[in-house]
């Protein structure tokens, strides 16, 4: 069956500090790995996405880190904030179907 | 340049119901997927809408249907609803060739009494 497991369920970093989520996937079929950020009530807004032909993208304080040998990738954030308090989702998808497969999410609260 | 639009915000149905959800898409693009996410849980794939024809589905019964008009916005329908169908229904679009790259809207947030 087609997962994308995610952890932790949920983190806490102090302001300055760096967040760390991963996520690992089954299905080597898999070519296409977004991350979303989600604010209470709103729904998700694309941050970054990373394709298997990479080991690591860069935009601003967010990075993803992939290794495709341990079907695992991860999001870093440098430098983490208050406002960057929300709720992060990994996902996958095959062959540009638009089909994402999302992993569970994390609660990451950035305190002051 | 308006992003994804969805109505309504919420929307309150009692068991057995029908329920029309509405989506338009992000300007300039054709391609519309829906998904539903449950308190505290990752969206799940319901299915996805080009060309006015269902091109992909999730695992989702068939009391779930949808319908795409000619300026590319969608309906979500949902039949029969039952308790568990309370959730968050969220719309997300994207251009034909880049469909893994979509935008979400803001949802809406249904829940079955």
Not at chain 1, 14 to 30: L, P, R, V
Not at chain 1, 105 to 112: A, E, I
Not at chain 2, 52 to 58: I, K, P, S
Request: aromatic residues 12%; positive net charge; charged residues 15%.
């Amino acid at each position: 069956q087609q997962q994308v497991k995610q952890s932790p369920q949920s983190l806490i970093v102090q302001k300055g500090g760096i967040s760390i989520i991963n996520c690992a996937y089954e299905n080597t079929a898999f070519d296409y790995f977004p991350w979303y950020q989600q604010f209470p009530g709103k729904g998700p807004a694309l941050l970054i996405a990373i394709r298997p032909d990479v080991s690591e993208k860069k935009e601003g304080r967010f990075t993803i880190s992939f290794n495709k040998s341990a079907k695992q990738f991860s999001l870093h954030i440098m430098d983490s904030q208050p406002g960057d308090s929300a709720t992060y989702f990994c996902a996958a998808s095959t062959g540009n179907t638009g089909k994402l497969i999302f992993g569970q999410g994390t609660t990451l609260q950035v305190k002051p | 340049d308006a992003g994804v639009t969805q109505s309504p915000t919420h929307l309150i149905k009692t068991r057995g119901q029908q329920v029309t959800l509405r989506c338009s898409p992000k300007s300039g693009h054709d391609t519309v997927s829906w998904y539903q996410q449950a308190l505290g849980q990752g969206p799940q794939f319901i299915f996805q809408y080009y060309e006015e024809e269902e091109r992909q589905r999730g695992n989702f019964p068939d009391r779930f249907s949808g319908h795409q008009f000619p300026n590319y916005s969608s309906e979500l329908n949902v039949n029969a609803l039952l308790l568990g169908d309370s959730a968050l229904y969220l719309c997300a679009s994207s251009r034909a060739g880049t469909t893994d790259t979509q935008y979400f809207g803001p949802g809406t947030r249904l829940t079955v009494l």
